[in-house]
Each structure stands twice: as C-alpha cells, then as structure tokens.
C-alpha cells in the first residue's frame, strides 16, 4: 500500500457544524501533515505530527483541532469555521519529519463552509 | 531561510513540443529540491526529487531536472510534451536546517495545445 487515503472527498457544512476530516496511511511513515490549498495557490503547511505528537503548528486558528490517535491515522475537526476556510484541505506523510524525505500527499478533501 | 521563485504561472506549449518550467531557489545550504505535479481535483504526486547525489535526477512520466548550484536553478524539462501533462506543476526546496519545512514555489500551469 503506497498510498494516503482522505475522507470524505467533499464536505459542505455551516458556520454552526462540527465536522471532521480523516487521513490514513500504511505505509509505516511517522510523520503526518495537514496542508490547506487555496484555489490557485500553492498548500500552506498547518500541523506536523511527528511520531504522534505534535510538532509543528503553524499559528493555526483553534476552530482547527487536529489529532492523531495512532500511527496511522490523522485527523482534524473542525469547528464554528468561517466561509475563508473553504479550500482543499491535504493530508500527507513521509518516512519521518525530515526537510530531506519527500512527502506523499493524499487526494485531499474539497470542503466548502457556508 | 529558503524559498523557491517560479518564473511564469503559466506556460503553454504544443503538443509534442519542448515542456521547460523554471524554478530558482535561494538557500544558504546545500538544499533538497522536489518537483511535484497536481492534476485538478487531486492532491499533489512527486515527479522528481534531488538529494545531492547526481545533478541530472530522472523522474517519473519523461521528466528530468537538472540542479545547477551556480545558477541556483532545478528547471523542470520534457522533450516531448503530451496532452495528459497539462497540471500545475511546484517547485519545492526543504529546511534540511532547523524546521524541516517544506516551501512551495506559487505554482506553474501547463497548458498543452494539440
């Protein structure tokens, strides 16, 4: 299995929703991603979780929970979003968090907040 | 801190035509640079990645990339364009130093023409 699996690939909700994405890889990788794309744009990097512990949050706001129950699995909840934080939203993984392995991105999820 | 600079958002060639896309880079050490191809509606898949070893690096689907240090270049090229290689293309350096980051070119769009 080389591969990152996003669900779901679309997701509307409302300003009110609680809502979450998931992310899974088997792999073995220890390192996880969240990335945020804008229409046009190039992703912006928001959580690292290395070895299941966060790593790196890049000043996200706190209506993005992220969470990683194990070594697989990655997921983010969402909550009381504004319409700005419609995007595409990636999920990643590599070997481990290093700047020299390359990450594999899954297919993302489309989500759209009204 | 590194960055990337892709030179035009937006390239066009005919269909069997040279495809070269350009990216310069600016880092104060030796860096890993990545391309990676995002075909719309998808997530992002490498095609190449340079790691210090051989400065002409073969990627997947005809693509190769040349490193030039004296010209902190990693240009992207294919001798023969094909339709199916229309995508946005990034251009990505990492922080082999301190954060580990992965920074992101804004991005180029391939247009093929028949």
């Known amino acids: 299995d080389t591969e990152v699996t996003q669900t779901p690939k679309h997701l509307v909700m409302g300003m009110t929703n609680k809502k979450s994405l998931k992310c899974e890889q088997h792999?073995?990788?220890?390192?996880m991603y969240w990335y945020k794309q804008k229409a046009k744009k190039p992703p912006e990097l928001m959580f690292v979780?290395?070895?299941?512990?966060?790593?790196i949050n890049e000043s996200v706001p706190s209506r993005f929970s992220p969470e990683c129950p194990n070594s697989s699995l990655l997921n983010l909840h969402l909550h009381a979003l504004q319409p700005e934080d419609s995007a595409l939203y990636l999920c990643a993984s590599s070997q481990v968090f290093t700047g020299a392995t390359s990450r594999v991105f899954g297919p993302g999820t489309r989500l759209t907040v009204l | 801190a590194q960055s990337v600079t892709q030179l035009g958002s937006h390239v066009s060639v005919s269909e069997g035509a040279l495809v070269l896309l350009r990216c310069n880079y600016s880092?104060?050490?030796?860096?890993?640079l990545f391309w990676y191809v995002q075909y719309p509606n998808q997530g992002l898949q490498l095609l190449l990645k340079?790691?210090?070893?051989?400065?002409l690096v073969k990627g997947i689907n005809g693509f190769e990339a040349e490193f030039k240090k004296s010209e902190t270049s990693f240009h992207l090229t294919k001798p023969s364009a094909h339709m199916s290689d229309a995508a946005e293309y990034f251009c990505a350096v990492s922080d082999i130093q301190g954060a580990q980051k992965l920074v992101f070119g804004q991005g180029t769009r391939l247009t093929i023409n028949p």
């Open positions: 979780y290395s070895y299941e512990k966060l790593s």
């Open positions: 340079y790691t210090s070893a051989a400065t």
């Open positions: 880092s104060s050490v030796p860096p890993y």
């Open positions: 792999m073995g990788h220890r390192a």
